[in-house]
């Protein structure tokens, strides 16, 4: 359903918010990415979000809530890092990961003993909150594996069908999921890089962790914190090959290698930026030349990623290199989602 911004719309979350507390699922837009929501105090929701996504339910969902006092009982207790947290951040782009309550759950949150709260900016989201009543347990509205939605079509296209109602509200604005903090402990730890940086949380907070997995691939020794982290994840069809190396290199490995497989007859793509667009030529070989967006303005990449991710399946493509971003404060969410995509495949030049 198109989301008009008039007066009208209310009888639209009225009824979306209805569908959730009698058990239906909504996809809904957050500033992050889509969302899938359901009733995050009913197991039998969870239950519903885990089938529709095809998600394995020992992957758990966050919580969101529109108001500060809807997190006491969700939780055992608050920090004093997360008053902090929470005071800075929401509403926004961050979740928080706190001990769970009695009233959560095991179904929402995988089996654990703690549970993911975010309070999400979007106008649409806080009013389909409200409307339904209880807190809304929300995955990326994807189909699992597959890379996050931005866009109401990008929900059609892969739930169509398995969820009672779609709300739209436009391309989602960052792109990227939010930053998932765990306070459970003494020092807080980034689970997953999103639009708040590391460097905006030590400004805040003094030291941080990162979960190593961030960076590296987790195996059976090094376990990601966020069990969703372990999964290959944001993945397109095609195989993404990440080039890494000074630009020049890049550039030139690239243009070989990629008109290499083109003249082998397979459906090759090259993903870049704004900068080093112009250096793709490759005359008469069909390659799709694919950019991410500007590297003056990381936000822009972040905002395309999951959108030309998207893309490259409905050129089918089969192959696809591309350059790497810095790994600066919005560049580590980028990387961390890119390495995913390319199922670690990282080439150095
Ligand atoms: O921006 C977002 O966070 C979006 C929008 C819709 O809010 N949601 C989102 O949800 O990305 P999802 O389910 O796609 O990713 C949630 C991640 C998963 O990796 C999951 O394992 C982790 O959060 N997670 C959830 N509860 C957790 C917990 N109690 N402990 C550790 N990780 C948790
Ligand atoms: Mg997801």
Not at 132 to 161: K, M, Y
Request: with cysteine; aromatic share 6%.
């Amino acid at each position: 359903m198109r989301l008009s911004g008039e007066p009208s719309d209310m009888a639209i979350f009225e009824q979306a918010g209805a569908i959730i507390r009698q058990g239906g699922l909504v996809a809904f837009p957050t500033e992050t990415v889509y969302g899938l929501g359901g009733n995050g105090l009913n197991a039998a929701s969870s239950g519903k979000i885990y089938a529709a996504k095809g998600r394995p339910s020992d992957n758990p969902l966050i919580l969101h809530i529109a108001e500060r006092r809807e997190l006491t009982p969700l939780v055992e207790n608050v920090p004093e890092l997360a008053e902090k947290l929470m005071d800075a951040f929401w509403p926004g782009p961050m979740t928080l990961i706190f001990r769970r309550s009695a009233l959560v759950p095991k179904e929402t949150t995988g089996g654990l003993d703690t549970v993911a709260v975010r309070m999400p900016s979007h106008p649409a989201a806080r009013k389909l909150i409200l409307a339904a009543g209880v807190p809304i347990a929300a995955p990326s509205a994807n189909l699992s594996g597959r890379p996050s939605t931005t866009t109401a079509a990008h929900v059609w296209e892969d739930l169509a069908g398995r969820i009672e109602m779609i709300l739209d509200g436009g391309p989602s604005d960052i792109g990227l999921e939010s930053t998932i903090i765990d306070v459970t402990g003494p020092q807080p730890m980034i689970l997953r890089p999103g639009y708040i940086g590391l460097e905006h949380l030590q400004a805040l907070l003094g030291e941080v962790a990162v979960d190593p997995t961030v960076f590296v691939k987790p195996d059976a020794s090094l376990r990601p914190k966020a069990p969703g982290m372990k999964y290959r994840h944001y993945a397109p069809k095609s195989d993404v090959i990440l080039v890494e190396g000074r630009t020049e290199q890049v550039t030139d490995y690239i243009l070989r290698e990629a008109a290499a497989a083109a003249q082998a007859g397979k459906r090759v793509g090259v993903l870049c930026c704004d900068e080093s667009l112009g250096a793709y030529d490759f005359g008469e070989a069909p390659v799709r030349v694919l950019s991410l967006g500007t590297r003056s303005r990381e936000e822009s990449i972040a905002h395309n990623l999951f959108d030309t991710l998207r893309e490259l399946d409905t050129e089918g493509l089969e192959l696809v290199y591309s350059e790497v971003f810095a790994e600066g404060e919005l560049g580590m969410a980028i990387m961390n989602r890119l390495r995913k995509a390319a199922g670690y495949h990282i080439v150095k030049v």
